[in-house]
């Protein structure tokens, strides 16, 4: 089992920053790649980012250029700096982790961006 604990939600106004993190304990050897998904209130989650234990990225082309997705192996975390959001932002983010075939979940931090 790999038990995932996202930080870092809020309150912010458009245009501002937040730096969401994600913390993994349990079995975390052989944890693959890392991301983010999100959840507006009446709409289906939605991915966002993730990376590679190597570092490779990839993003969804609304968050291009705002958001950088990194990831620190030693202490287990991977983070989310969101920057220039917009009120189109504000959901509900979950952290996820693939081992050996599953995908694994955190419990949700909420972003929550005022025009």
């Known amino acids: 089992q790999v038990h995932l604990v996202e930080s870092g939600g809020g309150l912010v106004q458009a245009g501002g920053s937040l730096r969401l993190s994600c913390a993994a304990s349990?079995?975390?050897?052989?944890?693959?790649?890392m991301g983010w998904y999100r959840q507006a209130p009446g709409k289906q989650r939605d991915w966002v980012a993730s990376?590679?234990?190597?570092?490779?990225?990839n993003y969804t082309d609304s968050v291009k250029g705002r958001f950088t997705i990194s990831r620190d192996n030693a202490k287990n975390t991977a983070y989310l700096q969101m920057n220039i959001l917009k009120p189109e932002d504000t959901a509900v983010y979950y952290c996820?982790?693939?081992?050996?075939?599953?995908?694994?979940w955190g419990q949700g931090t909420q972003v929550t961006v005022s025009s």
């Open positions: 996820v982790a693939w081992r050996l075939g599953y995908n694994y």
């Open positions: 990376i590679t234990r190597g570092g490779s990225t």
């Open positions: 349990g079995s975390i050897f052989s944890i693959n790649d």
